[in-house]
């Protein structure tokens, strides 16, 4: 098995596609601004930033799905939001302290992702398949246990996470996006585990020859992403107040768009984290930007889905240029 030890390596062509994700970054910035003449007022960015934790979660946690190949996808995250704040939610409603509840949510969070991975590498049901039942199936427990009715009566010390700030910023883009994205980038670029993420996303097969676990550490990815999920949960509630049973409505296909969009090759084996943070950052900034001009939520997806597709065949483009080099 042969290959660059780290993911975002000197010539690698995610650097220049940073670069792009960037200047598009920039160029969204100054489109919005010309659209809108909120954009650019100082309430802006903390209001923007305080979007960007929960998609910001699931994107890392897809990301991290992809990348290790199979082809691996996740379309079940956004009801384990939705499943894990309803368990949350009644936890407290029984009397359990908020933040032990939340405890146990995480513990849940994993649990179902772990479920996803079992399905998805050890039973060999096609991740697409796999979970997006899993998908009806946690988000359709969720809206069965509540009747569809949202849970609300958290302590106002809940807030501190989704609605309180430091120096500005959002508590949960500080103390919880912001170090998980520091750990994941770390973990994907300067760690042994990193390096085989990458050689299973390449070559599963070479992985496998080579002594690596490619079953448990892809089961061992799914079960982050769900905790990586049930983490967004929990910020949501803290952010809402409330644990509502269709909070992760949509997120998963945003969080496929953000992982992807951000540099990570849909076969795996190319990506990682500083791309989806970028990506996070573009997709939130259409979206406070479209919507502080009264543009209608169909244009919004609309210019998301012009924006994947242009990725996606320039990533493709880079891939081939990639393997005629080596």
Known sequence: MTGRPTVLA???????????LLALWLVAIAAMAVLSPYFFRASTVPYLLQYVPI?????????LVILAGGPGIDLSVGSIVSLVG??????FTMGVDIWIASALGLLLGTALG????????????????????????????????????PIGGFPPEFAWLGQGRTFGLPNAFLFVLLPVAVILHVMLTRTTIGRHIVACGNDDRAAHLSGLNVVRLRIGLYALSGTLAALGSIISMSWFLAARPDAGRGMELLAVTIAVLGGTHIFGGMGGVPGTIVAILIVTTLQIGLQLANISAAWQLGLIGVLLIVSVSRLSEWRRAKGAKS
């Open 55 to 63: 998609l910001g979660l699931l994107g890392l946690g897809q990301t």
């Open 10 to 20: 000197v010539n690698d062509p995610l650097r220049a596609r940073l670069i792009l």
């Open 86 to 91: 309803v368990a949350v939610g009644g936890l």
């Open 114 to 149: 772990f479920i996803n991975g079992f399905l998805v590498n050890v039973l060999r049901i096609p991740s697409l398949m796999a979970t997006l039942a899993t998908m009806f199936a946690f988000g359709g427990l969720a809206l069965a246990t509540t009747a569809g009715r």
